[in-house]
Each structure stands twice: as structure tokens, then as C-alpha cells.
Nanobody
């Protein structure tokens, strides 16, 4: 099982960026996934999550309307589209999955951004927003 985030980089305030998380060893149509971020000197926080099969996305208040999470089952990839980037979006972004609950095929699943519930993590990709 592996998650590998990519797509980070330098973006100007107001700009856009799309992060990708390539997953292997499990299917995105059966397991919820999320994006977390950790800014320098701060604790890691949840940004957005989505249920199996690209359902019921959830966002942290400060990113609603600016970030968009999605999954592509065929490509085994989770995306986080960042728009109207702000300097306080600067952080290392991690993708994570909940695998311990087992596959959730056919079930309605509402994800949450409780870090402890996510048991499988990628290595992170750095996003820097210049002011």
C-alpha cells in the first residue's frame, strides 16, 4: 500500500495549483481519502476529505470555495485543486487514507478530518504561496 503526493511548488497569491496523490494497493472506489497540511511551526491540520468513489467531499472552513478534492478511480489518483491561493496556504500537503475500516463498497460514507482515523499516509509535497 502506498500513497505518493506530487504537484507542489511555488505559486503567487491568487494563483492556482493542483496536487496529485497516486495510490497503490487499494481502490479509491472503496476507501475514503483526505488531504492534510502542516505549516512551518504548526500542527498538522485536515484540509479536505472525500468518501469512496468520489462521494461526499468535506472541506475545512478556511478553504471552502477555493479548494476542490476529487478522485479518479481509473487513474488511482486523488486530486486537490487549489485556487485563489493565500500565503497562509503555505505548507507541506499530505494525502492519507482510512484502510482499517475495510472496503466501503456501496455504503454511504461521510468523511471527517480527524487525523487519528487515517492510518496510511503519503510523504507530502510542499506548497509555497508568495505574497
Amino acid at each position: 500500500v502506498q500513497l505518493q503526493a506530487s504537484g507542489g511548488g511555488l505559486v503567487q497569491t491568487g494563483g492556482s495549483l493542483t496536487l496529485s496523490c497516486s495510490v497503490s494497493g487499494f481502490s479509491l472506489d472503496a476507501y475514503p481519502v483526505a488531504w492534510f497540511r502542516q505549516a512551518p511551526g504548526k500542527e498538522r491540520e485536515g484540509v479536505s476529505c472525500i468518501g469512496p468513489n468520489n462521494t461526499n467531499p468535506f472541506y475545512k472552513d478556511s478553504v471552502k470555495g477555493r479548494f476542490s478534492i476529487s478522485t479518479d478511480n481509473a487513474k488511482n489518483t486523488v486530486y486537490l485543486q487549489i485556487e485563489s491561493a493565500r500565503p497562509d496556504d503555505t505548507a507541506r500537503y499530505y494525502c492519507a487514507a482510512i484502510l482499517w475500516m475495510g472496503p466501503q463498497h456501496g455504503r454511504i460514507f461521510y468523511c471527517a478530518l480527524r487525523e487519528r482515523t487515517y492510518d496510511t499516509w503519503g510523504q507530502g509535497t510542499l506548497v509555497t504561496v508568495s505574497s
